[in-house]
Nanobody
Framework: QVQLVESGGGLVQPGGSLTLSCLAS????????IGWFRQAPGKEREAVSC?????????YLTHSVKGRFTASKDNSRNTVYLHMNNLRPEDTGVYYC???????????????????????WGQGTQVTVSS
């Protein structure tokens, strides 16, 4: 079955960098768009990024992370990455990856797409940005 496992979270100081990995199994990675979401305590789940199936080198990014985060995927490793730079305390939260067939956006949609449109989810990895 489709399974996603996030890793790479941890404690990092403000201004630091961290790369998260999302290891996929049970499906062909190139058949899915992969979204990154995060959720801080007391806040709703927020879309962070999406790597498109058809354009894996292009990443949709939420405004608050533009210029700081990028996402990529490596089909040979069946892994999607979220590269986070210049981290801020407000980036703290549990980060999740999730699948959507077939693309980040469908006709008429604008990023971000609600989390309910994503099918399979990983267990999440904690990112804490603090000095």
């Amino acid at each position: 079955q489709v399974q996603l496992v996030e890793s790479g979270g941890g404690l990092v100081q403000p201004g630091g960098s961290l790369t998260l990995s999302c290891l996929a199994s049970g499906f062909t990675l190139d058949d899915y768009a992969i979204g990154w979401f995060r959720q801080a305590p007391g806040k709703e789940r927020e879309a962070v990024s999406c790597v498109d199936r058809s354009s894996p080198d292009f990443t949709y990014l939420t405004h608050s992370v533009k210029g700081r985060f990028t996402a990529s995927k490596d089909n040979s490793r069946n892994t999607v990455y979220l590269h986070m730079n210049n981290l801020r305390p407000e980036d703290t939260g549990v980060y999740y990856c999730a699948t959507r067939k077939w693309a980040c956006l469908q006709a008429g949609e604008i990023f971000p797409v609600p989390s309910s449109q994503f099918d399979a989810w990983g267990q999440g990895t904690q990112v804490t940005v603090s000095s």
